[in-house]
């Protein structure tokens, strides 16, 4: 771990004043965990003292890349060992938007964005207005990636399999079953 000062900011990152006049990288997607780096490096001026910590050193091109999100610990740390593909959670509500659900997974700081085409296999229950912040939401993971920190749920994959179950354990609809 590492302190320097911000002495320039571009599109791809920050770069950090560090001891015996060297610069330090600080790549938009290592700022922070959950936030676009674009959003998270308009928070940095020029001047403010950074804590952060070296993730590599390329002597030949001469390059020093930090991290500041890597101070806080991964969220992904906190992913239960039965937390894959096809895997059933219970979420909680944090945030409606017009194009879905910020939900987290209960015990886990793990964050996800329902898209509105995810949350009901139906059209018209395809609306985020009807959940409320803190209601409970059982969805499938649809694709979990430990590297890339992303978990991508669905509500409408679950009720699809849980009606295929029912078709299967019950007879088929054209049956009249």
């Known amino acids: 771990t590492i302190e320097g000062?911000?002495?320039n900011k571009?599109?791809?990152?920050?770069f950090l004043g560090l001891d015996g006049?060297?610069?330090g990288m600080v790549h938009l997607s290592d700022?922070?965990?959950k936030r676009p780096g674009e959003q998270v490096i308009e928070e940095y001026k020029k001047g403010d003292k950074v804590q952060a910590q070296v993730l590599d050193v390329d002597v030949e091109k001469e390059r020093i890349s930090l991290g500041i999100k890597q101070?806080?610990?991964d969220p992904m740390d906190s992913a239960p060992g039965d937390l894959k593909k096809g895997a059933i959670v219970t979420t909680e509500v944090v945030e409606i938007k017009e194009t879905g659900l910020e939900v987290k997974i209960v015990d886990t700081d793990l964050t996800s964005f329902i898209k509105?085409?995810?949350l009901a296999r139906d059209r018209n229950d395809q609306r985020s207005d009807r959940f409320q912040v803190g209601q409970k939401v059982d969805a499938r993971v649809v694709q979990f990636d430990r590297r890339a920190s992303k978990v991508t749920l669905s509500i409408k994959a679950l009720?699809?399999?849980e009606e295929k179950e029912a078709i299967a354990q019950y007879?088929?609809?054209d049956s009249g079953a």
Do not use: C, P, Y
Request: aromatic share 8%; no cysteine.
């Open 5 to 7: 000062e911000v002495k």
């Open 10 to 14: 571009t599109e791809f990152g920050l």
């Open 21 to 23: 006049d060297v610069d």
């Open 31 to 33: 700022l922070d965990w």
């Open 71 to 73: 101070l806080q610990g």
């Open 116 to 118: 509105r085409s995810e």
């Open 159 to 161: 009720e699809v399999a």
């Open 171 to 173: 007879g088929s609809s």
